[in-house]
């Protein structure tokens, strides 16, 4: 073997060494690139998942801060107003005030689900025919519209995370 031969075999011995390398060092980035993708990926998860956490807390301020007393105020003045006037009613059925009326139209809008409570109570109302009945309507009132609101008062309750 003469020496042209020998440099031709170190020069590509040497290439040889070089595309291993090059390949190796192309594996190892390909390899940081996708550990850099699954980081990030990582990230944007995570700043979505704080974006949303945020955002309930926003929502459950605005119930809790806003929503949640106007209801409750609601609901109360209806509850209070259609009492004092059952308590004073001197024929039957009752013709309500447009103070209840407006008291109930807002129930209606804060606690939907209670209008069949409201119809119930309203069709029991038109048909009472004696004073004396006036008990019936108490106890619609008492045992089936006053729980429908306060149930649907305690769907307002901010939502918790579990």
Not at 75 to 89: G, R, S, V
Request: net charge negative; hydrophobic share 40%.
């Amino acid at each position: 073997m003469d020496a042209s031969s020998i440099g031709l075999i170190i020069s590509l011995a040497i290439n040889l060494a070089q595309i291993g390398l090059a390949f190796h060092k192309q594996k190892i980035d390909s390899e940081i690139k996708k550990e850099e993708i699954k980081a990030d990926s990582q990230d944007k998860e995570a700043n979505r998942k704080h974006e949303i956490d945020k955002l309930t807390l926003n929502e459950n301020a605005y119930i809790s801060h806003h929503l949640l007393p106007s209801a409750r105020k609601a609901c109360l003045d209806y509850i209070a107003i259609t009492w004092q006037e059952m308590d004073t009613a001197k024929i039957v059925p009752i013709t309500f005030s447009q103070q209840q009326r407006r008291a109930e139209a807002n129930v209606i809008l804060y606690c939907p689900n209670s209008l069949d409570e409201i119809s119930s109570f309203n069709e029991i109302n038109a048909s009472l025919t004696r004073l004396g009945q006036l008990r019936l309507l108490r106890d619609d009132f008492n045992q089936k519209l006053i729980p429908t609101v306060a149930n649907e008062l305690e769907s307002f309750q901010p939502k918790t995370k579990q």
